[in-house]
């Protein structure tokens, strides 16, 4: 398996994982990395050992596991390159826009430096991914969850979070994709569905899936 700095393609995967889930949550836990990669506990627990040994990460079992610096700037580089190799994908190659994430997770670590410098440039240099996860995630974000919108408010859809084949194909029937008006109807009680008009069309969405998507006010857009 091709390395880069020291670390294998499967150990950078976890250093990718830890970066955006540490960005979601408090403290990133074992049990967190192992429903991202869909992978067992032990083998999250020899990985992380693996990683902790190179000083990547550093773990401890009740403060969670966080990235050393060098650990961040492998993880940085890769989140970097699977955005672009996704858009890379969808808006050259014409992959459909469900698949990207998994092919670009097979291909990220093998880029090389000069490939991607030379891939930014080629894209005109983007800042999301096709599916609005940012290219690089020190940037502020000011977007909310589609599930704390108010009833009554309009947004455009900015970012989808779980980028699973199947949830997005989901997304792609409702036409539920970054730059999509939406408008929340109402929301139903005991975090019951919420009613949201998608164009021209409503629908009945579940909690689980409005959490997963999160969208920007018109006037918070940032235009590149
Ligand atoms: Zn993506």
Redesign the pocket.
Known sequence: MRMSEGVTAAGAEYLEWIYRISKEKQSVNPLDLARALKVSAPSVTAMLKRLSTAELIEYQTYQGISLTPKGQAIAARIVRR??LI?RLLTDVLGVPWEK??EL?CQLEHYLTDEVEERLAAFLGNPT??????PIDLERPDRSLLLSDMAPGDEAEVSR?TD?DTGFLSYLSELGMRPGARVRLQARAPFNGPLTVTVGESTHAIGREAADKVRVAAPEEEITP
Do not use: F, L, Y
Not at 128 to 133: A, D, I, K, L
């Open positions: 699977h955005g996704e990207a994430d670009a999301t991914c096709p599916h609005g996860q989808i980028e």
